[in-house]
């Protein structure tokens, strides 16, 4: 059983948007906050968002400020990625996390519930 599925990634072209959504288990019941994460080939993982349910704090990555908003539905328990203005950088596997008390909510190793991820590849 997985925490949480995130879906809504595939093959975009540069300059498109695509949203992403992403669905917690009862596992995730609890969390505090939800977060996102990329990771490309070779390269680290990577913050982009994160909100927590109570007060609707955002957090956003620097590279993608302006371009990435992140926004929740209380009622279902689900939170989405809002990707405009896609670039070929932004091709990554996208994941969706969950951190029930966190010191600081752009580490990933402070989340402790990940899903599968959902591939988002933007073309030039």
């Known amino acids: 059983q997985v925490a949480l599925v995130e879906s809504g990634g595939g093959l975009v072209q540069a300059g498109g948007s695509l949203r992403l959504t992403c669905a917690p288990s009862g596992r995730t019941f609890s969390a505090y906050a939800m977060g996102w994460f990329r990771q490309a080939p070779g390269k680290r993982r990577e913050f982009v968002a994160a909100?927590?349910?109570?007060?609707?704090?955002?957090r956003l990555g620097n590279s993608v400020k302006g371009r990435f908003s992140i926004n929740k539905d209380n009622a279902k328990k689900m939170v989405y990625l809002q990707m405009n203005d896609l670039k070929p950088e932004d091709t990554a596997g996208y994941y969706c996390a969950a951190v029930q008390h966190p010191i600081d909510i752009t580490q990933a190793l402070q989340y402790t519930d990940w899903g599968q991820g959902t591939q988002v590849t933007v073309t030039s």
């Open positions: 909100i927590t349910w109570v007060g609707g704090s955002i």
